[in-house]
């Protein structure tokens, strides 16, 4: 029972647009959420996160948007650039202070030149 | 200077073997962690340490034991090894958080592919 979905398992994208990730869980008790992006042959890296308390969390060009109500959250990258093509994952805790992140399985986001 | 390191980057070994993973970290965190990502691609916790205490345990088999001489190292041994612990295994590091300071998350190494013929 997957606790955290990514339905889409990629996504492509044209430069310069918009990239949108979504993430659902089925977890009402989930209450911070992060993404990470993971490059081929590398550890994921720590992109951006967002507490319950808030709907939405702005990192230049990242933007992390969470409808509690829905259980779902979007991670909008603009623009896109090349560089960001990567796999992200979700991944969601019980706490901000919490150490069990359950993460989902990804989408591979390529973005076309 | 890598921040959390894990060796070997690649391990091909036969069934049956015994063999380690190592992990360390230089960011002063507390806790460690060893995920396996598994053939769907989905990282799944496999142990926790905090300052050398195991602190999660999640349903995996006794053969693989996570030992954590210090807090900056947690290696995982995997004993009698099997097809189908085939997979990239990544250790991770990260602060306890608390309600005035947010755990960010972890550091991950690069991962250790283990292939397991």
């Known amino acids: 029972d997957q606790q955290v979905k990514q339905n889409s398992p990629s996504l492509s994208v044209q430069e310069g647009r918009i990239s949108i990730l979504n993430c659902d869980y089925t977890?009402?008790?989930?209450?911070?959420f992060l993404w990470y992006k993971k490059y081929p042959a590398e550890g994921p890296t720590f992109l951006i996160s967002i507490s319950s308390i808030k709907d939405k969390n702005e990192d230049g060009r990242f933007t992390v948007f969470l409808n509690k109500s829905a259980k779902h959250l979007s991670l909008h990258i603009v623009p896109s650039q090349p560089g960001d093509s990567a796999v992200y994952f979700c991944a969601a805790s019980l706490s901000s202070y919490g150490q069990n992140f359950v993460f989902g399985p990804g989408t591979r986001l390529s973005v076309l030149p | 200077d890598t921040a959390v390191s894990q060796t070997p980057k690649y391990l091909v070994t036969q069934m049956g073997n015994d063999k380690s993973i190592k992990c360390e970290q230089n960011l002063g965190h507390d806790t460690m962690y060893w995920y396996k990502q598994d053939s769907k691609k989905f990282l799944k916790i496999m142990f926790s340490y905090n300052n050398k205490e195991l602190i999660i345990n999640e349903t995996v088999p006794n053969r693989f034991s996570p030992k954590s001489p210090d807090k900056a190292h947690l290696n995982l041994h995997i004993n009698s090894l099997e097809l189908g612990d085939s997979a990239v295994y990544f250790c991770?590091?990260?602060?306890?958080?608390?309600?005035?300071?947010?755990?960010?998350?972890?550091?991950f190494g690069s991962g250790t592919r283990l292939t397991v013929v």
């Open positions: 977890n009402s008790m989930f209450d911070y």
């Open positions: 991770a590091s990260s602060r306890r958080g608390s309600t005035q300071s947010p755990n960010y998350g972890y550091t």
